[in-house]
């Protein structure tokens, strides 16, 4: 991984990844169905994304009741958050440089050739 890339977190590279923990970020805790609907992914994809972020420390999982009917809660961990707000500001620093270095090719001649 490059200088300008260490601040990436690999658990949210993929796009749904992001999208969960992106959405978690939002609120102190969320109900997985609220999640899924969102996030528009499956159960099975939900259960085993949270699952793995749950190892990775970046999530939280908590089972209860409302009532009698079970209820599963997903939240971002402090570490989460920390890890999600480094890898949205890479991917601004990232983003930024980019444009930073196509004003540069429009600007210089023959650079963009």
């Not at 690999?10 to 609907?37: D, N, W």
């Not at 209820?71 to 999600?84: A, N």
Request: overall charge neutral.
């Amino acid at each position: 991984m490059t200088k300008a890339h260490q601040g990436l977190e690999p658990a949210f590279l993929h796009p749904t990844r992001l999208a969960v923990v992106a959405f978690l970020s939002g609120c102190v805790e969320a109900e997985f169905r609220a999640v899924r609907e969102n996030c528009e992914i499956s159960e099975p994809t939900l259960s085993k994304l949270a699952t793995a972020l749950e190892s990775e420390g970046h999530l939280k999982i908590r089972k209860g009741y409302i009532g009698r009917r079970p209820r599963t809660w997903l939240s971002l961990t402090g570490s989460g958050r920390i890890r999600l707000d480094s890898h949205l500001a890479t991917l601004q620093e990232i983003a930024a440089q980019n444009t930073r270095n196509a004003a540069i090719l429009e600007t210089e001649p023959g650079l963009s050739d």
